[in-house]
Every structure is written in structure tokens, then in C-alpha cells.
């Protein structure tokens, strides 16, 4: 299997981009000193606007802990900006790039895994969590990304390792986000396996749309999406899978660090679900009490025609079948993350989103209120890229 080993990063940073990332790596961001943290902050916004490109490591590797820039706590904890960068050099092919990113991302935990099985350092369920690590890579890995051509992300893996701005920027997109809050080893578990939902949900998310959108004229690449989406929903619960090899007692043990960082800040999540169920009425106080958010209560968005009412008259056995996969996939899912909540969660203890924890995740586990609208261009933030604040 090809990877980018993490100690090829080396040679895409200059030395003081090392110890950049090696400081923020130590003792882990939320235990930096705040003459630390200041130093860093300051780095970053002296380097606003009209950085050259020789600075854009350390504008990557920063942008978290700026001063200037109003970034809601979950994304200054996911550094999902970098994945935003990442997708950027693949404008006419965001899925193979997210799931490039996805990849970079799985092998990246997994040679970390690997080093403290050699090691001697991993806890007891080290040998279940390679072994569900490793089915995901290769499950990323034999993804078809190009049906006509039979293009696969693991010819795209390859093609990262020869090309040498490619192999940059995979390099990077690992070295630029393995940053956990503490120096607890089982938190780069719990931030690998958050960052690769997001890429998932974008993936869900736009392959959803796509699938809508070429269901008429073209129903073969609309079939050819949603089996890609199918894919992407399995990914899902394969993530859950691994974040599971976590007991709850290792879960607690960095979980404070986090801060208010939380999953009902995401808007891959939401915009996924509007892409897939429509608009959930019950979530407009959610959307109301979180700034970024707003933007979904828009009535464009609540107009928005989903998958699920796109697909749910078609003729189409393929699109029947493949719907029925996808809407099976996400409802585990979503009992999984629910069940997470449930487990991991101390029932006295408030989650850090400022929701009640399992009973806020129980509620949205079941579809049937969302409301489907008639437009299926409905909504800008459901047609746009990889989001992130």
C-alpha cells in the first residue's frame, strides 16, 4: 500500500515551520503556554492579507489559533481549513480530492497506530483498531471515482507520490491538522475520526446533488453518483467503527480539552442532511442560536428538494436500489452516533455543544419531519464546496 509516510512532511517545511507544528504538537494546543499562543496568533495575523506563497505552511499550521479571524471553536478544533485548501487544487473533481483527503487522513491515524503497536504503547484494542483501519483504507482505496475510465483512488494515491506538487499537498494536509487539544493519545483517534466525517458528509452531500441533478438527462452518472454515495455512507460507519475501539474511560480523558468544540457546529452535517431529507423545522432554533448557521434557516434552503423526494417516484431500478442502500446506510448511522452519545456521554454531564447529549442526538434520528421543498437548485451552501468557518 502507498502512503505518505508522516516523516515526508519534512522536507515540505522550512525549520521553523517544524517547530511551529512540533510546539502546537507537544503538549497539545490547549495546554500551550499563553505567551505560546500569542507568538503563534500574532504569527498568523501579521501574515494577513497579501501572504506569499512561501508562508502558506505557516498560515496553514496557525490559522487556528488567530486573533483576528472570528473562527467558531469546533472549526479552530477540526483545522478544516486545510481541507478546504486541500480541495481547492481539484476544482473539477472535489469528490476524487475528498476522498484523497479522506485516504491521507485514515493512513496518517493508521501509521501512527502501527508505530505504537511496534512500540509497545497502544491500548488494548490496538490490533481490533489496525485491523478497521486498515479495512477502511482499502475500502477508500478501491472507491471508483471515474466509471468510464475505471479510475480508482488508489491510481490517484499513486499519482500523489510521483507528482510532486501532489505529494505536497497530501504531506501537508497531514502535517497541517494532527493537532489534538491534549497530549492524551486516544484524542488523536476521536479528532482523526471527526475530521473524517466532515469530508464525508461534504462527499455525501455533493454526490447527493449530483445525483438529483443528472437523474433525467443522464441517469447512468446519477446511478454511477449514488453508488459512490453508498460507498461514502459504508465509509461512515466504518469511521464510527474505529472511534468505537475507544472505551469511555479514554474518551473522558481528553474530552474536557475540547472545550465547547462540537458537532452541532458543523455545517457539512446539517447542509448533508438538507441535501439528502429536506429541512427539519425542529432545527431552526439550532440554526438561530449558532451564527454561522443562520444561513439554513434561508428560505431557499428550506426549499430545497432532497434526494429522498428527487428519487421517490423514479422507475429507475438502479436509483430505487441505490436510494434504498443510502437511506438504510445513514439511518445506522445516525443509531450509531446516537448509541456513541449514549455510551460515551455521562448522563449528569452537559454536552459540549450546549445540548443535552443523547437525548438532543435521539431526536434527530428518525426524518420523518423534515419537509421536502420543490427546488432542487434550492439553497447556495448546499451547491458550494467543502464548508468550513
Known amino acids: 500500500m502507498t502512503t505518505v509516510p508522516a516523516l515526508a512532511t519534512e522536507r515540505f517545511l522550512t525549520p521553523q515551520q517544524r517547530e511551529i507544528a512540533q510546539l502546537q504538537r507537544m503538549r497539545g494546543r490547549a495546554c500551550l503556554e499563553p505567551a505560546e499562543a500569542n507568538a503563534?496568533?500574532?504569527?498568523?495575523?501579521?501574515?494577513l492579507p497579501g501572504t506569499c506563497s512561501a508562508d502558506e505552511a505557516t498560515l496553514l499550521l496557525t490559522r487556528s489559533v488567530s486573533r483576528d479571524l472570528e473562527i467558531p471553536?469546533?472549526?479552530r478544533y477540526t483545522c478544516l481549513h486545510v481541507y478546504g485548501w486541500f480541495l481547492d487544487f481539484f476544482p473539477d473533481d472535489p469528490v476524487a480530492g475528498a476522498l484523497l483527503a479522506l485516504h491521507t487522513t485514515l493512513t496518517d491515524l493508521l501509521e501512527l497506530e502501527r508505530a505504537a503497536w511496534v512500540a509497545g504503547t497502544e491500548p488494548e484494542c490496538g490490533d481490533e483498531r489496525i485491523k478497521r483501519l486498515d479495512h477502511a483504507t482499502v475500502t477508500v482505496r478501491a472507491t471508483v471515482v471515474n466509471h468510464l475510465l475505471q479510475v480508482r483512488i488508489g491510481d490517484l494515491v499513486d499519482r500523489a507520490a510521483a507528482d510532486p506538487e501532489?505529494?505536497?499537498r497530501t504531506a501537508l494536509l497531514a502535517e497541517c491538522t494532527r493537532f489534538p487539544r491534549s497530549d492524551r493519545r486516544e484524542e488523536n483517534v476521536f479528532l482523526r475520526s471527526v475530521q473524517c466525517c466532515e469530508t464525508l458528509f461534504f462527499l455525501i452531500r455533493r454526490l447527493s446533488v449530483e445525483t438529483a441533478a443528472n437523474r433525467d438527462e443522464f441517469p447512468a452518472r446519477a446511478a454511477a453518483r449514488l453508488e459512490t454515495a453508498v460507498v461514502c455512507a459504508g465509509l461512515l460507519n466504518d469511521v464510527f467503527s474505529i472511534l468505537r475501539t475507544m472505551t469511555p474511560e479514554g474518551f473522558m480523558t481528553f474530552r474536557d480539552f475540547t472545550g465547547a468544540a462540537s458537532a452541532v457546529q458543523s455545517l457539512n452535517y446539517h447542509t448533508m442532511e438538507i441535501a439528502l431529507y429536506g429541512y427539519d423545522p425542529r432545527k431552526t432554533e439550532v440554526f438561530k442560536n449558532v451564527d454561522h448557521l443562520e444561513v439554513l434557516n434561508d428560505e431557499g434552503v428550506r426549499a430545497h428538494r432532497p434526494l429522498s423526494a428527487a428519487l421517490a417516484s423514479t422507475a429507475d431500478q438502479r436509483l430505487k436500489k441505490g436510494w434504498a442502500e443510502l437511506d438504510r446506510s445513514m439511518a445506522k448511522w445516525r443509531g450509531g452516533h446516537y448509541r456513541?452519545?449514549?455510551t460515551y456521554l455521562p448522563s449528569?454531564?452537559?454536552?459540549?455543544?450546549?445540548?443535552?447529549?443523547?437525548a438532543y442526538v435521539k431526536r434527530f434520528v428518525k426524518k420523518d419531519a423534515c419537509v421536502a421543498g420543490a427546488d432542487p437548485f434550492g439553497g447556495l451552501p448546499l451547491l458550494s464546496g467543502f464548508l468550513y468557518r
Open 166 to 168: 501532489l505529494a505536497r
Open 340 to 342: 456513541f452519545a449514549r
Open 73 to 75: 471553536e469546533y472549526y
Open 348 to 358: 449528569d454531564t452537559p454536552a459540549s455543544g450546549g445540548t443535552d447529549g443523547a
Open 40 to 47: 503563534l496568533a500574532a504569527l498568523h495575523d501579521s501574515l
